[in-house]
């Protein structure tokens, strides 16, 4: 996919977008979207954005998106994973963290993910990936981070209840911690080194971690479940797949690993 499509989208998220930081406390669920959770007028607006700019390109595309749910343009094709906004709930309540995401695959697993684009809609960070190419934040190439030390730790938690208590022999192991409440923003930031470890111990949807996972990949980090099996093999769709664990290289995510098993 052309670049420009992605960064026209872009410019336009970021121009409509910031009128809702005016007021977002206002906002009221419109329903249901067709990955279960609540659709509020802010994810709406992105994901008309993103789906009119992509049918007005004239690529033949098969769409799946958090609040749409599948839908072909001109006929069908590659797949584009779209979630418009990552951390719906930050947004809402004014927190100053979120993001959308997109990510372009060629077949219909993970694996397939030929390119990923995840914008910061707060500062307009954009990071961007293509398979074999590299990361690149804001046209630089970046890298994850390259010593073994738990700097900071990443999570996010579902239920904190049951999450927690999961994953705590790894987070007792930071030096610091944080759960911001957007997943792929989690996930870009960790391709550039800024986060040492990100995990979500609950299952989690392809759109929520798809572009991450090859903005990673290409930053030189890994990223499978909390068991350590492969992400490639997940279907590319709205069900509940697989729990997360990237890491910024294989000496950090073994030790992650090591401290999960003991949960």
Not at 30 to 50: H, N, Q
Not at 93 to 117: H, K, N, R, V, W
């Amino acid at each position: 996919m052309d670049i420009r499509i992605l960064r026209t989208i872009r410019e336009k998220l970021l121009r409509r977008l910031s009128e809702t930081r005016i007021n977002p406390l206002s906002q009221k669920a419109l329903g249901v979207g067709a990955a279960g959770d609540k659709t509020f007028p802010i994810d709406k607006i992105a994901e008309d954005i993103i789906i009119s700019e992509l049918e007005s390109s004239g690529l033949p595309l098969s769409l799946i998106s958090e609040e749409y749910g599948r839908k072909e343009l001109h006929g069908g094709g590659r797949r584009v994973l779209i979630d418009p906004i990552d951390g719906s709930k930050n947004a809402i309540s004014g927190i100053p963290f979120y993001c959308t995401s997109l990510a372009i695959a060629e077949g219909d697993t993970i694996g397939s993910i030929s390119m990923a684009y995840v914008v910061n809609l707060i500062n307009g960070d954009e990071f961007l990936a293509e398979k074999g190419k590299g990361a690149f934040l804001n046209n630089e190439r970046i890298s994850t981070q390259g010593d073994d030390e738990f700097h900071l730790i990443a999570y996010e938690a579902q239920v904190p209840g049951r999450d927690i208590p999961r994953i705590i022999p790894l987070l007792s192991k930071a030096h610091k911690t944080r759960c911001l409440g957007a997943t792929a923003l989690d996930l870009a930031y960790l391709s550039q080194g800024a986060v040492s470890v990100l995990v979500n111990p609950s299952l989690s949807r392809s759109f929520d971690f798809a572009g991450g996972w090859l903005l990673i990949k290409e930053a030189g980090g890994v990223f499978t479940d909390t068991k350590g099996d492969s992400l490639d093999g997940i279907d590319l769709g709205l069900e509940k797949s697989a729990p997360l664990l990237a890491s910024g290289n294989q000496r950090l995510h073994d030790k992650a690993l090591a401290l999960l098993g003991k949960s």
